[in-house]
Structures are given as C-alpha cells and as structure tokens.
C-alpha cells in the first residue's frame, strides 16, 4: 500500500502506540524516553491523569459551539492567561503559526491605524514562525522559503543579538510598526541571546512606539522556569505574545496576547477561527495550567536545570568536538562543531528521543515534570552517545 500522506515531513521509521509521563511505547512495544516533547508540546509528559481527564469530561459535555456565542472557559481562560503574563486580552486559535499571523495583522493595522500605508515588520535571522505565507516570510531561514516565492511583503530581517542593527533597522525605516522576535531562538538552535537583550528592545520599542512582539510558542508554558521566557527579565512587558505548543500539552491550541498599544487594535470583523478557542481546547489548556501552578512544574524545572547544565558539563567536558552548550530552563541545546542529524537515529536505538536542529544542535526538550532519574538518564545516554559519535568520526577523518 503507498502511503497517501503528503511526503511533507521527513519522518523516522518508527510509530509510537501509548505514552505514560516522559516515556513512549512504539508499535513493537519497545521503551523510550522522551526528551523531546513532540517538539516541545508535551510539556506535562504523555496521558497526564488531570488533563486526560478535563478532556474526557469536556468531549462528554460539549466540544465544539461557535464564536458567534459566548464560551465561558474562553473566558475563563482569557482571564488565567492575562493574570500570569500581566497582558490584557487574548486571541485564541489553533497553532502557533495562526498566532503569530494574528500577531502579524496587529502590527499592520496598527500601522494603519497611525497613518502608515505600507507597516513594516522586523524580524530576525535565523528566527522560526512557522510555515504559512506571512509566517514564513518572518522565518529568517532560507530554506523555509525556498520554492514559496513571492514571500509576502512588508518584513525587513537583521541579525538576532544585535542591537546595532536592530536600531539601524529602526531608523532606517520610517514605516517600522513592530520588532517581532522569539525570546529564545528554538528552531534556530537555542540562541539564548545577551542578557539585556530583550530589555533593550523594550526600550527601543516604546521610545519609537514600535510594538515588541515575542513569539514564546515555543518558550512559553514553563518551558523556561517562568511561565513565559520574558519574564527573566524585569519590568518587562510585551505589547504581543503569541503562544500554543505546550499550552495545550497536545489538544491543538493557539493564542496572540495583547498590552498597552495592542490592546483593541482588532475589532469585529478583523479576524477570526471556526476551531479557536473551542471549549474542547480552553478545558484542555485550563487544566494544564492548574497541574503546572498546583504541581510545582516551574520549580522543578529550575532545580533539574541546574542539574542537567551540570551534568552536561562534566560529562562532555574535554571533548573537542563540543562547540558549547546553551540551556534556559527545559531547552537545552548542545551545539557541535560538525552536522550531527545521524544521532537521531541512533538516539533512537539507545531508547531516547531527542532532536538536532540548526545542523549542529542537540537539541533537548524534556517533559517538565521528568524527575532526577530521568534528568540523570538523558545525561548519561545523550552525552555517551554525542561522545562515540565524535570518537567515530574523528576515526573517519584520519581513515
Ligand atoms: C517559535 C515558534 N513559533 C512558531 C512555530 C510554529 O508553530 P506551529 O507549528 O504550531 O504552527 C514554532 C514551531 O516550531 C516555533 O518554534
């Protein structure tokens, strides 16, 4: 039988059948631990009591009305979300690529709204927003937009952790509406960029009243030890925040926060989803922020942060072929100095899940609820493992 799948996704040989906290069972009924996170999704591990729960519940009562009526766990989900982030309202839709274009028609109707007939948009190399036309357009990776010619207008890019082009960007375009960056570049290799970074570009954007637009799809829902990556930093607030990724720990659920000069930009009638916000996926995402407040899920991944970070470092240390290594909470990038896409393969054969982005970055992004035996298990296989895969090409290059 061909499968009849579009052929979209360069996918591993393998297909899983149950997942229990941070381990996988494929279809052959062998073990895995998951360091990965289904891309940073399953923040809360695999079938978590209270989430599965809240989801058979709501499935039973009511999952799908409309937008045209009131949806009180919207609500109640609205009014969550803006008192942990301190943002105002919310726009909820099913994915972080739909967040990041209603973040994209803020900035230009905001733009609009001053006057601006052509608003642009400045993004960031090496930045990832995902795969629709205007969100692919703000990725700053090539090959992202290869074949998908013409990209759509209205983005200027500058290199990310910097901001000397970021300010010549600035005052280079008098029609700049929006810096849009993620907090952490992800995709990008988890860049972890200088430490005032972020509140630098506050800075800047409220001096030219430019909105600053974190794009924490993938940073957000803990995966820092904060509940949002910017909250590192003090007194700092963005105008947007788009989310979705962990916030629904696999229900697909999306949305685009809005403060201060955001805030109303989008009336009836400027945007909208069938799907966003349904009560299936408000449940869902309710009760995934409740396990993470009542568990303690931030402290944990602050304790096993420091944990990890060091285990890493002394388990590779001395290794020549380890360029460095980057964390922030639960994302952890090992970056090494040749291409290293094989490992995960063979990560795979040892019984772990973990990712290589960026070419050279291992990447980690472990269910925030593992516990120290599952840390010290990641370390001790991902660091064996990076360590024969130097051993054996080092044996290749004097072969
Ligand atoms: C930072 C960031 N933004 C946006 C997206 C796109 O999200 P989605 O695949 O849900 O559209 C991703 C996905 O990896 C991401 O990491």
């Not at 009562?61 to 979300?81: D, F, G, M, W």
């Not at 990041?100 to 930045?127: C, F, L, Q, T």
């Not at 972020?198 to 800047?204: M, V």
């Not at 600053?212 to 993938?218: F, G, I, K, P, Y």
């Amino acid at each position: 039988m061909t499968n009849k799948v579009m052929p979209t996704y360069g996918r591993l040989n393998i297909a899983f059948a149950e997942g229990k906290g941070a381990w996988l069972t494929d279809t052959e009924g062998k073990q895995y631990l998951d360091a990965f996170s289904g891309v940073a999704v399953c923040n809360l591990g695999h079938a978590h009591p209270a989430v599965t729960a809240a989801i058979s519940d709501q499935a039973a009562t009511l999952i799908h009305t409309s937008n045209y009526y009131q949806i009180p766990l919207q609500t109640e989900l609205a009014e969550k979300l803006t008192a942990l982030s301190g943002m105002e309202q919310v726009f909820f839709c099913n994915s972080g690529a739909e967040a990041n274009e209603a973040a994209i028609k803020i900035a230009r109707k905001y733009g609009h709204n001053k006057g601006i007939d052509k608003p642009v948009i400045i993004v960031m190399d090496g930045s990832f927003h995902g795969r629709t036309l205007a969100t692919l357009t703000a990725t700053g990776n090539p090959k992202v937009h290869a074949g998908f010619e013409p990209l759509v207008a209205g983005f200027v890019r500058v290199p990310y952790d910097d901001l000397d082009a970021l300010k010549m960007a600035i005052g280079h375009w008098p029609e700049a509406v929006a810096v849009m960056l993620e907090p952490i570049q992800g995709e990008g290799g988890v860049r972890v960029p200088d430490a005032d970074y972020l509140a630098e570009i506050r800075d800047l954007c409220t001096q030219r009243k430019l909105l600053m637009m974190l794009d924490e799809v993938q940073t957000g829902i803990g995966r820092t030890g904060e509940w949002f990556a910017f909250q590192h930093s003090e007194h700092l607030l963005p105008d947007v925040m788009m989310l979705a990724k962990g916030l629904g720990n696999g229900m697909p659920i999306g949305a685009c926060l809005v403060s201060g000069a955001a805030v109303n930009v989008l009336q009836a009638g400027n945007h909208g989803s069938t799907f966003g916000g349904n009560p299936l996926a408000c449940r869902a995402a309710l009760a995934v922020l409740d396990v993470i407040e009542t568990d303690k899920v931030l402290q944990n991944v602050k304790t096993l942060n420091a944990v990890m970070v060091r285990g890493f470092e002394q388990a590779l240390a001395g290794q020549e072929g380890v360029k460095t290594i980057r964390a922030a909470g639960f994302m952890f990038g090992i970056e090494l100095l040749i291409p290293c896409f094989e490992l995960v393969q063979q990560a795979l054969d040892k019984g772990i899940l973990i990712n290589v982005t960026a070419d050279k970055v291992v990447r980690l992004l472990p269910p925030l609820v593992i516990n120290r035996d599952e840390a010290n298990q990641i370390i001790s296989t991902v660091s064996e493992l990076i360590i024969d895969f130097l051993a054996s090409k080092a044996v290749d290059s004097v072969a």
